[in-house]
């Protein structure tokens, strides 16, 4: 790390310099109502410091939330804030900081996982961080798409209002169906307040974020969050529908919603930057390929407590299974485990015997929310099946992983 450079948690009173460095590395400015926002959330007792001589070089920090993982929600450190001012890069500061974050995450042994976002996707990995849930990005041409077999008249009704105006159902209907989504974070009226920030200055010539919230015969069954972008061109009225947030419990809302949102008037494209890669959407429309969908890397998952985070999911299929795992950073992590479990629960502990299947910790990461298959991972040569007893079923789950929020 060079001389005089130390870590150390960090203050209160650092705040400002680790926004501007932020600001620095993110290419962004950080101030205003959004500055309020972040220091709402901001947790400095789990914030670190690089500090040199005064200057802070780097920092990271670690959100106390709770995220949804294959049958169960689990506290998760969220990491976030991470970087390094661009006079100190590549002198091992970043690495230093993760190092020093996983151990104190673990020697507080309260959060058997971590998660972040990646702003590149090679950063993490060297870190014990796989790739667990990817997003399905849509850009839709919504004039060129149809719901398909639409069924009788839904019985709910749309009512619109301010996201703020509405969050009594917004968060009720989130936390309903975030327990069986897995990848998604809890919130509470911080993180609201956070993820629903939207200053003027941010918006790229769109309007406020709108909400709409679906009442079904006994009450709220979904909401989306919604902004639009005005244009107009020489064929006309070209706006676009941007979509933060569609959430909803059962599929007649889930239709509804977004027969409302492709839809709005005067719009031409619908974008929609969280989907799951599984989203119900494809399956709605008579022309997916109109709802240009990309694929990207969205959450990377760390196991910090490894028996603690692999007994604390369920299995899809009955699993007996010996994994040998090697974890350079967190070396408690390293040897061979017995998991035994299934749909009910799972039980994880140290064993002396032959190992079924080997892999490292970023790779039992990337296969932690059921998202990204062993069984790949063994055909990229990542993880070697050494026994025919494969476990690439039992870590699978109903649904694809998905993410709502980049925190
Ligand atoms: C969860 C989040 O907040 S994601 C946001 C991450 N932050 C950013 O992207 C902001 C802009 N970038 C930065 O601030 C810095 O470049 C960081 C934080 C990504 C890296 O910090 P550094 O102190 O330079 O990293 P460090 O020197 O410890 O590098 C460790 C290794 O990672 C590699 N590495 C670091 N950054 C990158 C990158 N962006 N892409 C690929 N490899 C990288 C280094 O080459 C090095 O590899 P080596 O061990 O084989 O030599």
Known sequence: ????????????????????????????????????????????????????????????????????????????????????????????????????????????????????????SAIYPRFGYGPAAARLKFDILNREVRLTAPPAEPAGRLRMGDPATLLTDISKLYDQVRADRVGWSGRDDRWWR??????????????????????????????????????????????????????????????????????????RSVTYTLGAVDEPLQYLVDEPRRLGGTVSDALFIRLVDLPAALAGRRYRTAVDVVLEVDDPILPANTGRWRLTGGPEGATCSRTGEPADLACSVTDLGAAYLGGTSLAALAAAGRVRQLTANDPNAAFGWHRAPSATEVF
């Not at 639009?228 to 947030?245: F, I, L, S």
Request: contains cysteine; aromatic residues 8%; hydrophobic residues 40%.
């Open 1 to 120: 790390m060079g001389d005089g450079m130390r870590l150390r948690p960090g203050r209160i009173g650092d705040f400002p310099a680790i926004c501007d460095l932020l600001g620095y590395v993110f290419h962004e400015e950080i101030a205003g109502e959004v500055k309020e926002l972040e220091a709402e959330v901001w947790e400095v007792e789990r914030s670190l410091v690089a500090d040199d001589h005064g200057v802070i070089a780097g920092h990271a920090v670690a959100y106390s939330r709770e995220l949804t993982v294959p049958g169960a929600v689990l506290p998760a450190a969220h990491i976030s804030c991470v970087g390094v001012l661009p006079t100190h890069r590549r002198r091992g500061l970043l690495t230093a900081l993760m190092h020093r974050q996983l151990g104190e995450i673990a020697e507080a042994g309260r959060e058997p996982i971590a998660v972040l976002w990646a702003s590149e």
């Open 194 to 267: 956070y993820v629903l920030r939207d200053p003027k200055d941010l918006r790229d010539g769109a309007t406020k974020r709108y909400a709409v919230v679906h009442d079904g015969p006994d009450g709220p069954t979904g909401y989306a969050i919604w902004r639009a972008k005005e244009r107009w061109n020489h064929h006309g009225p070209d706006a676009e529908v941007q979509v933060r947030e569609v959430a909803a419990v059962d599929p007649e809302t889930y239709r509804a919603l977004w027969r409302f949102l492709l839809g709005i008037d005067l719009s």
